[in-house]
Protein backbone atom coordinates (compact mmCIF):
# COMPACT_ATOMS: atom_id res chain seq x y z
CA UNK A 1 0.00 0.00 0.00
CA UNK A 2 1.28 3.57 -0.54
CA UNK A 3 1.27 6.63 1.01
CA UNK A 4 -1.49 7.76 -0.90
CA UNK A 5 -3.64 4.90 -0.11
CA UNK A 6 -6.53 4.92 2.54
CA UNK A 7 -7.57 1.30 4.32
CA UNK A 8 -10.55 -0.37 2.55
CA UNK A 9 -14.33 1.49 4.15
CA UNK A 10 -15.26 1.79 7.34
CA UNK A 11 -11.24 1.37 8.73
CA UNK A 12 -10.60 5.02 8.39
CA UNK A 13 -12.71 8.41 9.51
CA UNK A 14 -12.19 11.63 8.57
CA UNK A 15 -13.04 13.97 11.19
CA UNK A 16 -14.39 16.77 8.90
CA UNK A 17 -17.15 13.96 7.70
CA UNK A 18 -18.01 12.59 11.21
CA UNK A 19 -21.15 15.02 11.43
CA UNK A 20 -21.82 15.84 15.15
CA UNK A 21 -25.42 15.05 16.94
CA UNK A 22 -27.10 15.19 20.36
CA UNK A 23 -26.56 12.31 22.83
CA UNK A 24 -29.24 11.35 25.45
CA UNK A 25 -27.38 13.63 28.46
CA UNK A 26 -27.38 16.44 26.01
CA UNK A 27 -23.70 16.17 24.70
CA UNK A 28 -22.23 17.16 21.37
CA UNK A 29 -20.62 14.13 20.12
CA UNK A 30 -18.75 13.03 16.93
CA UNK A 31 -18.67 9.29 16.02
CA UNK A 32 -15.22 8.55 14.90
CA UNK A 33 -15.76 5.17 14.96
CA UNK A 34 -18.81 2.53 15.47
CA UNK A 35 -20.32 -0.09 14.31
CA UNK A 36 -22.94 1.34 12.73
CA UNK A 37 -21.05 2.75 10.33
CA UNK A 38 -17.21 1.55 10.53
CA UNK A 39 -15.52 -1.29 10.92
CA UNK A 40 -15.11 -1.70 14.65
CA UNK A 41 -17.49 -4.70 16.40
CA UNK A 42 -16.60 -4.22 19.90
CA UNK A 43 -16.68 -0.55 20.83
CA UNK A 44 -17.28 3.00 20.01
CA UNK A 45 -15.13 6.02 19.45
CA UNK A 46 -16.65 9.19 19.80
CA UNK A 47 -15.33 12.98 20.45
CA UNK A 48 -17.89 14.67 22.35
CA UNK A 49 -17.99 18.70 23.15
CA UNK A 50 -19.46 20.77 26.02
CA UNK A 51 -19.29 23.89 26.30
CA UNK A 52 -18.16 26.35 29.10
CA UNK A 53 -20.96 26.05 31.45
CA UNK A 54 -22.66 23.72 30.17
CA UNK A 55 -22.91 20.08 32.16
CA UNK A 56 -23.90 16.83 30.95
CA UNK A 57 -27.16 15.08 32.90
CA UNK A 58 -26.41 12.47 35.26
CA UNK A 59 -26.69 9.33 33.56
CA UNK A 60 -25.56 5.70 33.53
CA UNK A 61 -25.39 2.80 30.89
CA UNK A 62 -26.34 -0.29 31.95
CA UNK A 63 -23.97 -2.38 29.65
CA UNK A 64 -21.11 -0.05 28.51
CA UNK A 65 -17.97 0.66 30.26
CA UNK A 66 -16.48 3.97 28.85
CA UNK A 67 -13.10 5.28 28.73
CA UNK A 68 -13.21 9.27 28.88
CA UNK A 69 -9.94 10.47 27.64
CA UNK A 70 -9.63 14.94 28.14
CA UNK A 71 -7.71 16.77 25.16
CA UNK A 72 -8.92 20.01 25.83
CA UNK A 73 -10.55 22.43 28.53
CA UNK A 74 -10.94 22.02 32.26
CA UNK A 75 -14.01 20.16 33.30
CA UNK A 76 -15.20 18.78 36.85
CA UNK A 77 -16.16 15.26 36.94
CA UNK A 78 -19.11 13.39 38.85
CA UNK A 79 -18.17 9.17 39.39
CA UNK A 80 -20.72 7.43 41.40
CA UNK A 81 -20.46 9.16 44.96
CA UNK A 82 -16.93 11.28 43.67
CA UNK A 83 -16.80 14.83 42.40
CA UNK A 84 -13.20 15.58 41.02
CA UNK A 85 -11.79 17.95 38.76
CA UNK A 86 -9.78 16.73 34.85
CA UNK A 87 -7.84 18.55 32.58
CA UNK A 88 -6.31 17.84 29.34
CA UNK A 89 -4.20 14.58 29.34
CA UNK A 90 -6.53 13.32 32.24
CA UNK A 91 -8.33 9.81 31.62
CA UNK A 92 -11.08 7.90 33.37
CA UNK A 93 -12.77 4.96 33.20
CA UNK A 94 -16.36 4.72 33.97
CA UNK A 95 -17.38 1.42 34.78
CA UNK A 96 -21.02 0.10 33.11
CA UNK A 97 -23.91 0.96 35.60
CA UNK A 98 -22.18 4.10 37.76
CA UNK A 99 -24.12 7.18 37.53
CA UNK A 100 -21.54 10.05 36.05
CA UNK A 101 -21.60 13.24 34.24
CA UNK A 102 -19.22 15.92 33.43
CA UNK A 103 -19.27 19.68 33.48
CA UNK A 104 -17.65 22.37 31.73
CA UNK A 105 -15.52 24.79 34.55
CA UNK A 106 -13.14 26.48 31.98
CA UNK A 107 -13.74 29.24 29.35
CA UNK A 108 -13.01 27.02 26.32
CA UNK A 109 -14.82 23.93 25.29
CA UNK A 110 -14.54 20.62 27.11
CA UNK A 111 -13.39 17.87 24.76
CA UNK A 112 -13.47 14.51 25.38
CA UNK A 113 -12.40 11.53 23.34
CA UNK A 114 -15.52 8.74 24.80
CA UNK A 115 -14.74 5.01 24.01
CA UNK A 116 -17.58 2.67 24.57
CA UNK A 117 -17.36 -1.12 25.10
CA UNK A 118 -19.70 -2.55 24.09
CA UNK A 119 -20.63 0.35 21.74
CA UNK A 120 -22.48 3.37 22.26
CA UNK A 121 -26.57 2.66 22.27
CA UNK A 122 -29.00 5.39 22.86
CA UNK A 123 -31.45 2.72 24.43
CA UNK A 124 -28.16 1.79 26.60
CA UNK A 125 -28.20 5.59 28.43
CA UNK A 126 -30.41 6.22 31.43
CA UNK A 127 -30.96 9.42 32.25
CA UNK A 128 -31.15 9.88 36.23
Do not use: K, W
Request: net charge neutral.
Amino acid sequence: MSVAERPADGLFTRYADAAPYRTRDGSLIRELMHPARHASQRQSLAEAEVAPGQVSALHRHRRSEEVYHVTRGQGEMTLGGAVFPVGAGDTVCIPAGVPHRIRNIGAQPLRILCCCSPPYAHEDTELL
